[in-house]
Structures are given as C-alpha cells and as structure tokens.
C-alpha cells in the first residue's frame, strides 16, 4: 500500500513539474518572418526602482538567413504589455529605422509607408530603411516606461514593412515612389516572454 502510495505521489510530482515547464515562457524565443528574415529576444529587462513607473528595456536581434538584401522599417507604436494588462509607454526605438507614425505622442505628420498613397516628402524615405544583407543581423533596442507594472512577463508585437531585393546596385537607382510599392508588410510578435526584474 505505501509504494503504491509513494509511485502516486511521485507521479503527481512528475505531472505537476511538466505542467510548470510547459507554462513557463521560453528563453529567448524566435519568430521567422518572410523573405529568410529571423528576429530573437536578446534580453529583456525591467528596472523597478521607481515602483511607480519601472523602465523596460528589450534587444530583439534580427537576422537575414535568406538571399536577398532586405530593407526593414518598424513602423507604428509597437505594444508592449505585460501579463497583469500594465501598459509600457515607448520613449525610444534605436538600432534600427523606426517611423512611429500619427498615431504617436505627440503625433508626427509623417506617414511611416504611405501606402496606398505614394507621396514624396510626405513618408518615411525607404532610403533611411535599415539594410541587411544575406548572413548579417542587427539588433534594436527598445526603451519604455510602465506604471505600476506587476505581471511576470511581457508581449510584445509591432508593424514592419520590408523589401527584398536581389540587386542592390540596380534598387540604389529606383526613385522612392517606385520602392514604396515594392513594400511588404507584416508583424513582428513574440509570445510572453520572462521579464528580468532587476
């Protein structure tokens, strides 16, 4: 009766340990994204020692795996959320191009793609795309500021628009209306991922 006992209860600690794996979010995930394009959460960090408004940093390297030279733009105001519903506000976005677009604070009068309108001067110039050649990576840093920020983990997603290109000696002559079209859109999203409180 008591191994009987002792193999139920080994099993109820085996049973719960994989459900505790299984919620638990992956270290440094990864997404694929069109065209050979790959992004990974380098680190993410949050300060609290302002309680009331903690900052949060995150790196996201994002790597070129296939052919073709890509031009990448993140556009919009990216959403950064934890999993208590806390909202961070973005200060800052660097390492790559970034249009934050109207619908930032303060709003900018620029649109990031401008599509389906094509308007020089108007939009974010796909000149100031940042470049990543075939077998390159660069990374982005972002910085936000939350307000009473509780939950454990943080989602993450924002819009990008891209261009792949096979000859970028050819693409440097093409005027900016006729790049414009050429955009690809997507989102770059993770799932929860562990924040490290520090």
């Not at 394009?37 to 996201?60: E, K, W």
């Not at 109207?102 to 974010?124: A, K, M």
């Not at 693409?171 to 209306?177: F, G, V």
């Not at 006729?178 to 929860?192: E, I, N, R």
């Amino acid at each position: 009766m008591k191994l009987k006992r002792f193999v139920l209860a080994s099993w109820a600690v085996v049973a719960l340990a994989v459900a505790a794996v299984a919620q638990k979010p992956a270290e440094n995930p990864t997404v694929d994204l069109n065209g050979g394009l790959q992004a990974q959460i380098i680190t993410v960090g949050m300060n609290t020692r302002n309680a009331l408004h903690p900052s949060l940093t995150m790196s996201v390297k994002i790597t070129n795996g296939g052919k073709s030279t890509a031009f990448l733009l993140l556009y919009g105001v990216p959403s950064l959320i934890d999993d208590a519903g806390g909202q961070f506000e973005i200060k800052s976005v660097t390492g790559v191009a970034f249009c934050p677009g109207p619908q930032s604070n303060p709003p900018s009068t620029q649109l990031c793609i401008g599509i389906p309108r094509v308007v020089d001067g108007v939009v974010f110039s796909p000149r100031g795309y940042t470049r990543i050649d075939p077998g390159r990576s660069i990374t982005a840093n972002f910085f936000a500021i939350g307000t009473n920020n509780t939950g454990a983990n943080l989602i993450f997603s924002e819009d990008i628009a891209y261009r792949l290109v096979d000859d970028p000696a050819k693409d440097a002559d093409l005027p900016d209306a006729q790049k414009l079209k050429q955009l690809q859109l997507g989102t770059l999203s993770f799932a929860p991922t562990a924040i490290n409180q520090r």
